[in-house]
């Protein structure tokens, strides 16, 4: 325990003073509910609808801080402390590496929910939004998104074999996206072709669901018949498909 | 009167595929001496303490270390033993203070470790980034965090390997210091004159198979020749540099 408490605090100086974390998974996600809470104002996100393209985008928003964290930072940190034998130094030590892990772990989980905690600030007192559905059914949702996420993240760590494959792989998932899940660009607004690209990624799925939940709406998001069954199998194989190959391969060295 | 053994390595060998690393390997160190561990590059030195630790398992062999097995009571054993592996890394970004509160909280009892960093004229480094560390700097700080936490025995892996003459020379006058505290030390070295100077006893590996042990003088009369590093080549032989490309493959 005290091991933990150490490593956490200094985890998160290292985070801080590396600060891409902050840029990409805190400064970003809120200067861009900022830029769309100015864009969009009070406007339907369509005519006829009963929620605001506001209230439509934050789900996608919210859900950046849990990329940069799960598809960044965790790879690249753990596929670092790896290949510089950080790792292994603390099989020498009476603590186990696993407590290194779970401090970054804690870290990063502590990053995304300071991110999607001042986007929904930000949300609430300069463009007035509220949320349509359950609160507590949306932090659970979140969860889950994240675990899967993390899961993913975790398996391109224990999958890479140096910090070179890791930096790569990184950004061929999380770049797309990034850019094609809805986080950044509404998923609504993009053609039909790549909607369906868009449509096999898991945060685009998890997106959906938050947005479901967010707006309390059988809108059908999911293009799927408005059934959140495809959602919630695709983040459940996601974070089954990710703890399974991160045992089964991860490396202490 | 019998000495205490804080380490005792029986029949240790290890392979990896086809290549035999360590060949029924037999090691003894005593408190309170400094024991070196010499071979040419990819004799199995690295492997050797690899084992002892538990960081690697071996096929056959029997390792006690402070009368323990390190695979089986890693936890305990580990609260009184320190390592540095060869090459240290650490963390990007981070201070020398840092780096120490953050060894010291690996283990049980709480530690101070301002005195060690003292002893090894780094204190006024305490707010610096390992990152700006000179080698010997680093080097030397790296040997604080081995010993942060008063281990019984510490292994010193390549310890002055990349140092300069004058930051080798200073550590070595600490490792002197630290044996008169009692410490028992145990390392590897490529340089004959710092095995002479410090140790008391040595092992000399080849193929990961003894060649010679005893204190330096016994390997130098055994040997016929004048100094221990001529002693050292005569039993390596010539095949020195035929080993070096081994590393590659290990």
Redesign the interface.
């Known amino acids: 325990m ?2 933990l ?3 956490f605090k ?1 985890e998160f ?2 985070a801080i ?2 600060f891409s974390g902050v840029l990409f998974g805190i400064i970003l996600p809120v200067g861009l509910m900022t830029l769309l809470g100015i864009l969009y104002g009070n406007k339907p996100a369509f005519e006829g609808a009963d929620f605001t393209l506001l209230q439509q985008s934050f789900a996608a928003v919210i859900t950046i801080g849990i990329c940069a964290t799960g598809l960044m930072g965790i790879p690249l940190t753990v596929a ?2 790896r290949e ?3 790792l ?8 186990s590496p696993a407590t290194l892990l779970l401090a970054q772990f804690l870290n990063n989980l502590l990053f995304a929910v300071t991110s999607s905690f001042l986007v929904w600030i930000v949300a609430k007192l300069f463009f007035g939004y509220t949320m349509k559905g359950s609160v507590l059914m949306f932090i659970l949702a979140y969860g889950f998104v994240t675990l899967a996420i993390y899961s993913l993240g975790m398996l391109i760590a224990s999958v890479s074999g140096n910090i070179k494959t890791a930096n790569l792989l990184c950004t061929i998932t999380y770049f797309p996206m990034f850019f094609l899940s809805g986080a950044t660009v509404p998923y609504e607004i993009m053609p039909k072709g790549l909607q369906m690209v868009s449509n096999v990624m898991p945060l685009t799925q998890g997106i959906k669901l938050l947005k479901a939940i967010s707006l309390d709406t059988n809108y059908d998001f999911s293009l799927t018949g408005g059934s959140l069954v495809i959602p919630v199998l695709v983040l459940c194989l996601t974070a089954i498909a990710g703890i399974a190959v991160s045992i089964k391969t991860f490396r202490w ?1 | 009167m019998s000495k205490q053994k804080l380490l005792e390595v029986n029949g240790l060998t290890k392979h990896y595929g086809q290549h035999l690393a360590v060949n029924k390997l037999d090691l003894e160190v005593n408190k309170g001496e400094i024991f070196g561990l010499l071979g040419p590059n990819g004799a199995g030195k690295s492997t050797t303490i690899e084992c002892i ?1 538990g ?1 690697k398992h071996f096929d056959s062999g029997m390792v006690r270390l402070l009368g323990q097995d390190p695979l089986v009571e ?3 054993l ?2 009184r ?1 320190g ?1 540095q ?1 060869q090459a ?7 201070k020398v203070k ?1 780096i120490c ?3 010291a ?4 009892k ?1 530690y101070e470790w301002e005195s060690l960093l003292n002893q090894f004229s780094l204190t006024d480094k305490k707010n610096v980034m390992v990152s700006e560390l000179s080698g010997g700097q680093r080097q030397k700080l790296s040997v604080v965090l081995a010993l942060i936490h008063q281990p019984e025995i510490v292994f010193l892996d390549e310890l002055t390997t990349g140092l300069d003459p004058k930051a080798r020379r200073e550590v070595w006058k600490y490792m002197k210091q630290l044996k008169s505290q009692g410490l028992t030390i145990f390392l590897t070295s490529h340089y004959m004159d710092e095995v002479t100077h410090l140790c008391d006893r040595i092992s000399i590996i080849c193929n990961g198979e003894e060649v010679a042990h005893g204190t330096p003088d016994d390997v130098i009369k055994a040997s016929g020749k004048e100094n221990l590093e001529e002693a050292y080549l005569y039993y390596v032989g010539e095949e020195e540099g035929s080993h070096e490309e081994l590393e590659g493959i290990i």
Request: proline content about 4%; overall charge positive; charged content about 35%.
């Open positions: 005290k091991s408490k150490v490593l200094i100086l290292l003073r590396e670092n402390y510089k034998k950080i292994k130094r603390f099989k020498v030590t009476p603590t060295e | 630790l960081t890693r936890k305990s580990f609260n033993v390592v592996f240290s890394h650490f963390p990007d970004r981070i840092e509160e953050l060894t909280s690996l283990y049980k709480d």
